[in-house]
């Protein structure tokens, strides 16, 4: 085996190991998220936040640079300087579709077949290991989708469905592997959000969740699985109008 | 070799898990009487109590957390809004991080806020207050606090005759699971415990899941462990692991 080869079978068991700053970066990301630090309050130093999350201080900046480039805080220099929380963007939905069509085939589909890993197998579980507070929690998720009408909203009613139907699967490791996935995805799904793609959205999970208290595993799973493949085929269908309007634009 | 007899294996692997139990609870009720303590003597001077007179059950939680019981996650004290003249809603708590030193647990308490951490409406909250008893919630994924699969107990305190908060402790699952494993492998035949929803809790045997519903066979022993307002029991089913 050669060293380059070498190389590159390792990179390949990288991919689907978070890092020690990402990790570190997507927990105070929830904390900042959850409102335990407000908007333009000062995050404590550095080497106090080191401490609380077990890693060392090198690792701590490389968080903080990762939050900084996502915009999440904004570091001032100086006597009075520190990290400061920043007012959450609204991302636009340019920025969004430039995302979408920097993205592959390749990306998009093993995004979907690792969604339906994850998201298909919690639901099967759910199925068959929920208790009824979490079907009313469940309920409550859905209901929210149908109240939100901004971007934020809705994909945030979206993924906390998601997140919960783990939670009621009782696996750790599920429902990590499913907010690291909600995360990743951001607010794709809900880019140029039609009436009709809501009421679908709600339908599905809807459906999903009659499923889950019915105790009917495969069809939660299968449910899941339809409509995990049906957004990402919408992502996929709109990444390719965009190229085809770029590719319309040069000529 | 003195050999016990097969009927005697439930009561006795019952009584172990009870102790296991029990260690915990009465840690907490420790925690409660020092709360009481300090109300009734605020409430001697004609002084309600603010967040600061919680202070000073700083040492008692950090010595549980750095004692040798590692399935103890975190531990403290969850007031009642309206106890205390300074805050609304307030805890005295404190984790131990996956290294490091022991740490506050902040959440929070803006009502404005969507993501507002509502403990009046948690069962862990509300079932000793209602019941005046001790409780265990779960297990359960704690997506907020901890990131682990949690058993939730707590112990109700009640000062002057009337509810002041609990006093908790969020078990970490994998870690209690040792101790109660190691019991139930005591017994000759399959056996595991369930909590009042039909969870299994911990079992002996590959062919039960913990965090799985159980189906519980007809020809099955099931012994309710104390205390009995947890509403766990102790299932022996009749076949050998």
């Known amino acids: ?251 | 070799m003195i050999t016990t007899p097969m009927n005697d294996e439930l009561g006795q692997c019952a009584q172990r898990l009870e102790d296991i139990l029990c260690k915990v609870f009465e840690q907490l009720d420790t925690l409660a009487a020092e709360v009481v303590t300090v109300w009734n003597a605020l409430d001697a001077e004609g002084k309600k109590p603010t967040s600061k007179d919680l202070a000073f059950l700083q040492p008692t939680i950090e010595e549980r957390l750095s004692g040798n019981d590692n399935y103890i996650h975190g531990t403290g004290v969850v007031l009642e809004p309206g106890e205390l003249a300074d805050q609304e809603m307030f805890l005295e708590w404190f984790y131990r991080p996956s290294s490091g030193k022991v740490i506050p647990m902040m959440l929070n308490f803006n009502r404005q806020s969507e993501s507002f951490y509502n403990y009046q409406g948690m069962p862990w909250f509300t079932r000793p207050k209602l019941t005046g008893e001790a409780s265990i919630e779960g297990p359960f994924v704690d997506l907020y606090g901890t990131e682990l699969y949690i058993l939730a107990f707590s112990v109700p305190i009640f000062a002057g005759g009337h509810f002041v908060g609990v006093a908790a402790a969020d078990i970490a699952l994998h870690e209690f699971d040792q101790l109660l494993t190691r019991c139930l492998l005591r017994m000759k035949n399959e056996a595991f415990i369930i909590n009042g929803e039909g969870r299994i809790v911990a079992a002996n045997s590959a062919n039960w899941f913990v965090g799985n519903m159980a189906s519980r066979p007809a020809a099955a022993k099931v012994h309710k462990l104390k205390p009995l307002s947890i509403e766990w029991s102790l299932v022996e089913l009749p076949v050998p692991r």
């Open chain 1, 1 to 251: 085996m050669t060293q380059l080869n070498k190389v590159n079978r390792l990179s390949l068991l990288q991919v689907s190991q978070e890092g020690k700053p990402e990790e570190v970066a997507r927990r105070l990301i929830e904390v900042i998220e959850l409102g335990l630090i407000g908007v333009g309050e000062q995050l404590p130093s550095e080497s106090e936040l080191a401490t609380r999350f077990g890693v060392a201080t090198v690792t701590l900046r490389d968080a903080l640079a990762i939050l900084r480039q996502r915009g999440v805080v904004a570091t001032k220099r100086g006597r009075n300087g520190g990290s400061f929380v920043c007012a959450p963007v609204e991302v636009s939905d340019e920025f969004l579709k430039a995302r979408l069509s920097a993205m592959s085939s390749l990306e998009l589909r093993d995004l979907c077949d690792e969604q339906i890993a994850i998201s298909a197998t919690a639901a099967g579980l759910a199925a068959s290991r929920s208790s009824s507070a979490q079907h009313q929690r469940l309920e409550h998720f859905v209901t929210a989708l149908q109240d939100a009408t901004t971007r934020s909203e809705l994909r945030r009613a979206d993924a906390r469905f998601h997140i919960e139907i783990a939670v009621a699967a009782q696996s750790v490791r599920l429902t990590h592997a499913e907010m690291r996935l909600q995360a990743e995805m951001g607010e794709l799904q809900w880019i140029s959000t039609t009436d009709v793609q809501k009421s679908t959205a709600i339908a599905e999970h809807r459906a999903i969740l009659q499923a889950v208290v019915a105790g009917e595993s495969n069809l939660a799973r299968a449910l899941t699985e339809a409509h995990i493949k049906e957004g990402i085929k919408r992502l996929m269908d709109l990444r390719f109008a965009l190229l085809e309007q770029q590719e319309s634009t040069l000529q």
